[in-house]
């Protein structure tokens, strides 16, 4: 009976998505914002019909749902894209990280918010959603400069984000006098160092190896596996499973000259993972945890947004963007969620007297921008192509 039940709910889970991808063309709203929503209808804060069987799901189909879309996106940072948008891609994602920070961290303090919480949620709020961001532009059919920026920038963001984040909560150790440098230097040698060493000791051989069976591209089994093996010893080391998957997708993509497609087979059955990662996302996002926001949760909020926006025109300037491609670049950068969920875990272990404060900020923060931010770059991605479409 309880296989019965799970297969029930997985093919509804399914069904169910295709439902809301015809509902978000018609309406116009993000098929991510309406698969989270559908998530929290049948999850334990509503109707809670999911059987716990397939909710325990969720941690895995999550970094299945991650793997994959890291490696898609690495998958796109060829010599090519790189350059003739580097530029554009590097000033995009190093100013929306750094002037978002720097936003939440200074205006938290200035509002006279405790400074450990001010550190930390400046690193948390560098975070982005990969999954949601790569979705949204695919539903919208855009292509452009503006597309290859914005999804060149989501694929380093978290790389940088990382790094942020990591100095933050150095920062925040040495307020709370413990050693700031070991818990640097384990994320700059460990996650960092381990996911590129990893990314390029699994891309080199794949590189070379894939697509010999199958000539032109390399087949389901051999795109999975090095998926699946990338992120797998990443996660086994303690090492960024994002970063890895994403610096072994561009290594083949870049190196593999005998591919034509070198992860055309892997598109095809991104989108089921997809469904049941939003869904599920939904689904374990505790809605009562929006009541005990409170005001820095809010403060949060709008800093982050106004810090996006900001950082985003003023890196799309830097790199030569044009007005209205840097102006709507911040808000396309919106989404967040399991990455800011992750970091929010990670703090939460470092400071378990404030661990509950720090859950509780960072449940609430992600369930508003897991439902606004696809509606921010969806938005975006409308002006920007609409422009374009009028020769303004």
Not at 45 to 65: D, F, G, H, Q, T
Not at 236 to 248: H, K, N, P, Q, V
Not at 339 to 351: E, H, N, P, Q, S
Not at 362 to 374: N, Q, S, Y
Request: charged share 10%; aromatic share 8%.
């Amino acid at each position: 009976m309880e296989h019965s039940a799970i297969l029930l709910t997985l093919g509804g889970f399914l069904l169910a998505g295709l439902a809301l991808d015809a509902l978000g063309r018609r309406t116009r709203l993000p098929r991510v914002t309406l698969l989270v929503l559908f998530g929290i209808i049948v999850g334990p804060s509503s109707l809670n019909v999911i059987p716990l069987a397939v909710a325990e799901w969720y941690p895995l189909v999550a970094k299945i749902a991650l793997v994959i879309v890291a490696f898609l996106l690495g998958g796109r940072l060829t010599r090519s894209v790189i350059q003739q948008e580097g530029r554009r891609i590097l000033g995009v994602s190093v100013g929306a990280v750094l002037l978002t920070a720097a936003t939440v961290g200074f205006g938290l303090w200035m509002a006279g918010f405790d400074p450990l919480i001010c550190l930390v949620f400046a690193g948390i709020s560098t975070a982005t959603a990969p999954a949601a961001t790569e979705d949204v532009v695919r539903s919208s059919g855009f292509k452009g400069q503006f597309t290859t920026t914005l999804r060149g920038a989501v694929a380093i963001d978290d790389a940088w984000a990382l790094i942020v984040f990591s100095l933050m909560l150095a920062a925040a150790h040495t307020l709370n006098g413990s050693n700031a440098a070991a818990s640097f230097s384990h994320v700059a040698v460990v996650e960092i160092g381990g996911a590129i060493l990893i990314g390029v000791g699994i891309g080199l051989p794949a590189a070379y190896l894939t697509g010999r069976l199958k000539p032109g591209e390399p087949s389901l089994t051999e795109a999975l596996g090095i998926v699946f093996l990338s992120g797998g010893l990443a996660l086994g080391f303690d090492a960024s499973y994002l970063l890895a998957t994403m610096i072994c997708g561009a290594v083949i993509a870049n190196l593999a000259l005998h591919h034509t497609r070198p992860f055309h087979e892997i598109e095809s059955i991104e989108w089921p993972f997809m469904i049941l990662f939003f869904i599920l996302a939904g689904a374990s996002l505790e809605i009562e945890a929006l009541a005990s926001i409170s005001l820095v949760g809010l403060a949060y909020v709008l800093l982050r947004i106004f810090g996006r926006i900001v950082g985003g025109w003023l890196g799309g300037k830097i790199a030569g963007m044009n007005r209205v491609e840097s102006f709507w670049i911040g808000f396309a950068l919106m989404p967040q969620a399991g990455v800011a969920m992750g970091m929010a875990l990670v703090a939460a272990g470092a400071f378990p007297d404030r661990a509950n404060e720090i859950l509780a900020i960072a449940i609430g923060t992600t369930i508003i921008f897991e439902l606004i931010g696809p509606i921010f770059t969806q938005i975006a991605i409308a002006k920007v192509a609409s422009t374009q479409r009028s020769g303004s």
